[in-house]
């Protein structure tokens, strides 16, 4: 007979969260609240984590622009990294940086879906719902389809 496995402590479970990615304080004290029916025990870690830098508005912004940005535009980023609660000066910066990318970002999004730039207007309507459902902005989506940075054989690999 084996005995039962005691359950870990409500820290080492935040541990074990922050281990396999970066979690927003919002984030983890919902995975938390599973576990402990006390908001201010929680509380009182998650600052504890804070002042310890296991827990990081900042690093959770940059990994979660780091996993999003190859499909979706600064719009669509910055809307999740509104739901998650972060402050607003933890996600300028980041943003800021994401945004001289985004006409190359679009480019490459649109390249993997498309094989060639809109020939009727139906086709361009669905390329710039495609675009536009990923968060691009209306300016972007425009360039994109307009053909901006693409090779004169229409394959769609960005111009060096």
């Known amino acids: 007979m084996s005995l039962p496995r005691p359950q870990p402590s409500l820290r080492a479970r935040a541990v074990r969260y922050l281990a396999q990615r970066e979690h927003s304080r919002l984030e983890l004290r919902r995975k938390l609240s599973r576990y402990c029916d006390e908001p201010d025990v929680i509380d009182a870690l998650l600052d504890d984590l804070e002042r310890t830098h296991l827990l990081s508005g900042e690093r959770f912004a940059l990994s979660l622009i780091h996993r999003r940005q190859q499909r979706y535009g600064n719009l669509r980023i910055a809307q999740e990294l509104g739901t998650h609660g972060l402050a607003a000066d933890a996600t300028a910066a980041p943003l800021q940086a994401?945004?001289?990318?985004?006409?190359?970002?679009?480019?490459?999004?649109?390249?993997?879906?498309?094989?060639?730039?809109?020939?009727?207007?139906?086709?361009?309507?669905?390329q710039a719902r495609f675009?536009?459902?990923?968060?691009?902005?209306?300016?972007?989506?425009?360039?994109?389809l307009r053909g901006a940075g693409v090779d004169e054989d229409g394959s769609g690999d960005p111009a060096p």
């Open 131 to 144: 675009l536009t459902q990923r968060g691009f902005s209306s300016e972007t989506v425009r360039a994109v």
């Open 98 to 126: 994401l945004k001289d990318s985004e006409l190359a970002r679009a480019q490459a999004a649109w390249a993997r879906k498309f094989q060639s730039l809109p020939q009727d207007a139906s086709e361009r309507a669905r």
